[in-house]
Every structure is written in structure tokens, then in C-alpha cells.
């Protein structure tokens, strides 16, 4: 039927940006769809919904890589969700993982990535055992040879996919409860 | 001499980073620009230079720190904190903890929550809001997170709007992101006496 490919397809471009819910990874990992009901309730923070889309990709995709390329840096977001048991988020990252796509798995044993293991101990404590990080864990980034501003970018990495992952998780418990 | 903080306090202790911040005086113009907008709009304090290694996360996470705090509507800020203090509690960020108890403290003109937290944590005896705030950002906070329907459904109970609950997502949520910068990049230190 002819009609049916116009009905329901119009796009909420110019809203935030430019961006509709597609393009926002916490809205559609929530499958928050346009003209839902939490799609109304989460608007009025539309600002905030599309801040934390530019926030995804300075720490997934920015100019200023240092020493985790844009493949890496998947692959870590890929790994942390993982460890945070949300499979849909991990396999989203994953997709761009490339050459570290195997990294993504936490149940991959480090021997192809023998100079990454200090990097993936530490993604690894910080994302799921945060409250036990102590000096010693960033002092063993140092002695393996990871730049301070280096050790800033990994933390804001995980430290982002950290509140990324609990948004996406309490909009899904929302979701469910409106249906 | 430094003493570093391990328990539970209203009282801000200082932080202590634990790699070198930038310099300002080396700082880039990028970097400049960046230390404008910072979470508390004071002066440029070590934090602040620690996370300008990284000036496009913080280029963008100052704006969204703010507007999840304190953007007008929804939630009370007050109860924002009380999210914050929570994940602070779960992660153990002793100087986050401290900012948002304290926060919480003045906001509501009542030491009394923040008393009664750090004093008995999860079995703390709150009045039902609280408690189901408090409940449903320390699941939340948890890693993976646990906080479930029920925890929603208590949220609900206990009068809170959906704009409420998502406000109060955010802001937990944002200490999952907070917490991991503080706790893991320094130390919360005691003040150092003039003497």
C-alpha cells in the first residue's frame, strides 16, 4: 500500500540539533520511540540527551586520540558493557572494534594483547570494582609506560560508559512500565 | 603533611591527584576554553587541570555535569544530591560523597539524612521518599547495576513523577561517571593548617 510508507516515517529533524531518537544511542539502546509516552517525559531534558551524544563521541571518537585510536576505543566500550552485562549496548560498540574486536570479549585471555594487559586490568577495576581502585592502580598504568593525559582519557572512557550504561538501563526499567 | 581521608564526612576534604595536571600557565587554548565552564564555577582547581589532559570530554562534560544538577524543573535539586550521595556511597568516593552530603545538607537545612547514612548506610531509617530515592540510586550505582521495576515502582509509590524518576536516573547515573574520575584519579586529603 502506497500510504504506508509516509505514515508514521516523519522525522523530528531540527529538534535537538538536528538529531532524532535514532541517532541517540541512550534513546534507541532504550527503544524510546518518538510519540511514546517516555518520549514525552524525557524531552523537557532534551539538552542533556543531546549532550551526552557529543559526550560519546569525544571519548569513543575524538581528534585527539592519544594512545587509544578510534578501533581501541570501541573495543573498551565494547567490553565494558559487556562486564556490565548489557549485551545490546556491547554489541553496538563492538561493530566499530575492528582490529581489537576479540578485546571486547572480557573472557578473552590477553596473550595477543600483551601490551594492552595493564590497560584492560585497569579498564576492568575501574568499571566494575570502582570503590576498590586505589595509587597502586594508576601507578601501575605509569610504570607500563601510559602518559598521565593518557590515563585520563582511558578513566573518562570508562567513567562515561559507566553513566551511559546506567541511564540506558533506567530508561529500559521506564520503558517497560509505561507499556 | 597530608592525611588521606577514609571515611565518610561532610567535612570537603581536598583532593590529591595522583598524575601531574596540566599547568595552566602551559595550558593549550583549547584547554583555556574548556576551564571556563567548570562544575563549580570557582577557581581552576587541580581537578579541573587533571581532566583538561582530556579537553574534549571536558569541553562537554562540565555543561552536562550543570544542566543534570541544576537545570530548573523536575526533580528538587536537593533530591538530586541525594542520588549523587548515593552512588558516592556505593563507589566509595569519599570527597564526592562529602561535596553532595554536604549539599544535601544545606539544601535541606537538615543534617539529619546525611547523620543517619553515614552512620547505617543501606539500613538507614529514612521517611518513604527518601528511602526509595536513596534505594533506587545505590542499586543503580551498583556494578552491573541492579536496581529493578520494583525499585522504579517504589519511586512511583512514593509519589515522584516519571520527570522526577528520570531526573533522578541522570543524576545518580552521573556519579557512575564522577565517582570513577575522583576516586580513581586522586585522593580526598585533609585540609592543610595554616599555620
Known sequence: MA?????????????????NNSDLTILSQAGVTPDSTLSRVVSSRGNIIGMTQVAEEAVLRPKETGAFSHDLRASIAARVARLAGDEALAAYYAADAGQYAALADPGTPGVQYKELAAVLSFV????NQTREATADDVAGLQHAGVSDADIVRLCELVAFLAF??????GLRLMQRGTV | MTRIIHRFTRKVPEWQ????????????PQQLE????TPSNTKVSDYVLTLAHDVESLSVRSPLFNAIMY???????EERELGALAASMVNRCVYCAAVHADRHAKLAKDETVTDELFAKGEMADLDPRNKAIFDFSRKAAE???SAGQEDIEALSKAGLSDEEIFDLILSSSLFGWANRLMHVLGDPVSRKETA
Open chain 1, 3 to 19: 500510504t504506508d510508507r509516509a505514515a508514521g516515517r516523519s522525522t523530528d529533524k531540527g529538534e535537538r540539533g538536528g538529531m
Open chain 1, 124 to 127: 576492568d577495576k575501574v568499571a
Open chain 2, 17 to 28: 591527584p595522583r598524575v601531574v595536571p596540566v599547568k595552566l600557565e602551559e595550558a593549550t
Open chain 2, 143 to 145: 556494578a552491573p547495576p
Open chain 2, 34 to 37: 574548556a576551564l571556563k565552564v
Open chain 1, 164 to 169: 551511559q550504561i546506567r541511564v540506558i538501563a
Open chain 2, 71 to 77: 537545570d530548573r524543573g523536575g526533580m528538587s535539586r
